[in-house]
């Protein structure tokens, strides 16, 4: 973590057009120390760093956090699949699940297939999350409440929170799509 840390500090100083010596003088130090700071020859406390963070004006944790955590790659041939009971819908995980708690996504990723003429569900689904449905192939109608809205290729609808909504495929092919959700729930 404190490997770039002096860079971090010198970039945003530079971006709030800061000398070496206007940010020394904010927290009482040398412009020799926050120098040395920035090329990482040494490593200032935690008090100082917070120090460094208010005089720069951003969070403390601008300078706590790793940068360099590796992205997680989820291959096609690995993703987790759901197919829901007496539904003709599965869904695929483009990104982690909740429950992975290494990663603990805050947003799901989902491609999905829905069979021909048949539903998602034969009630309503609502969830704490809102949703965003994106049709990549096909037609799709979107039931929110009663209400109905027809999707085609290319088309997507966005769903708050807590809205009754079900799919159905009225057509005799599959449709394909991805839907995003946030906060993630699966």
Not at 67 to 72: A, E, G
Not at 136 to 141: A, R
């Amino acid at each position: 973590m404190m490997n770039l840390l002096g860079k971090s500090i010198r970039e945003i100083r530079h971006k709030k057009g800061m000398t070496l010596n206007q940010l020394a003088s904010k927290i009482d130090v040398t412009a020799s120390y926050i120098s040395q700071v920035e090329r990482d020859i040494i490593e200032p406390s935690l008090s100082s760093l917070r120090k460094i963070a208010v005089a720069l004006g951003v969070p403390l944790f601008t300078f706590l956090h790793d940068d360099t955590i590796d992205p997680v790659v989820v291959r096609v041939s690995e993703r987790k699949k759901l197919a829901l009971p007496e539904s003709s819908i599965v869904y695929e995980f483009v990104t982690p699940m909740v429950a992975d708690k290494k990663v603990m996504p805050k947003m799901e990723i989902i491609y999905f297939t829905l069979a021909p003429k048949s539903w998602t569900s034969d009630e309503n689904i609502n969830h704490e999350a809102d949703e965003c449905i994106f049709v990549i192939e096909g037609e799709l109608e979107i039931y929110l409440e009663e209400k109905k809205y027809c999707l085609s290729a290319g088309d997507s609808v966005y769903i708050k929170e807590n809205i009754g909504h079900r799919f159905y495929n009225p057509t005799d092919k599959v449709v394909t799509g991805i839907t995003n959700i946030t906060p993630a729930i699966y």
